[in-house]
């Protein structure tokens, strides 16, 4: 079954650093998004991206956050300076199209710790 | 904005039927989704009711009434394996039709 790829599946960086994290998404797939769960908590989206281009960011995702397509298959998320309350699960999905009939497929995620 | 109430925690038998309730608040609402979330890993889609009624998909069971801004999930013949975290997610028009979560029910299956 076609899955979504995430790497790395653990990150611990030090406050005021730049992180990549990486996504893989369906290959057919044309939508693709971040969302991020603090530990013990609920899941919050953060952006989708559809076109080579963002189509809907919360208010979570601010400046410092940006998201990029750099080749066919790859789909970045990266936090500029990292803060301490960026520490959480970053989860990245994607769908075949807007519609959600069938859902989104969802990564394992990376598990990012700011120290 | 958006607000999703699910209850925090249920416990039930292996074998029994358990209902999770979701109630939502939203100004531009499409439809409502349920996932699954063992422990550690991601969620996994359940299902999706943009009409009112009962989508039924084997075990499980996924109701929805937009006049009361209220929908359940149902789960039957429960087994150890459906002990999880259950999110409700509204799509939402505010949110350009993407996801917003609920806070989630954790489900304990006991033998």
């Known amino acids: 079954e076609p899955e979504v790829t995430q790497t790395p599946s653990h990150q611990v960086t030090q406050m005021g650093q730049e992180v990549i994290l990486r996504c893989v998404p369906i290959s057919n797939h044309l939508y693709f998004y971040w969302y991020r769960q603090i530990l013990g908590q609920k899941v919050e989206f953060l952006v989708s991206f559809y076109n080579n281009e963002i189509s809907e960011k919360s208010e979570i995702f601010d400046d410092q956050f940006s998201v990029e397509r750099p080749d066919g298959s790859n789909f970045t998320l990266k936090i500029r300076s990292t803060k301490l309350e960026d520490s959480a699960m970053y989860f990245c999905?994607?769908?075949?199209?807007?519609?959600?009939?069938?859902?989104?497929?969802f990564g394992s995620g990376t598990r990012l710790t700011v120290v | 904005g958006q607000s999703l109430e699910q209850p925090s925690e249920v416990t039930a038998v292996e074998g029994a039927i358990v209902q999770i309730n979701c109630t939502y608040q939203?100004?531009?609402?499409?439809?409502l989704s349920w996932y699954q979330q063992h422990d550690g890993g991601a969620p996994t889609f359940l299902s999706y009711n943009a009409l009112d009624g009962l989508e039924e998909t084997g075990r499980f069971s996924s109701f929805l009434s937009r006049s009361d801004s209220y929908g359940y999930l149902l789960l039957q013949e429960l087994q150890m394996k459906d002990s999880a975290s259950y999110f409700c997610a509204v799509r939402d028009r505010d949110y350009g039709q993407n996801f917003v979560f609920g806070p989630g029910t954790r489900l304990s299956v006991l033998p």
């Open positions: 999905a994607s769908s075949e199209e807007g519609s959600s009939n069938y859902g989104y497929t």
């Open positions: 939203t100004s531009g609402f499409y439809g």
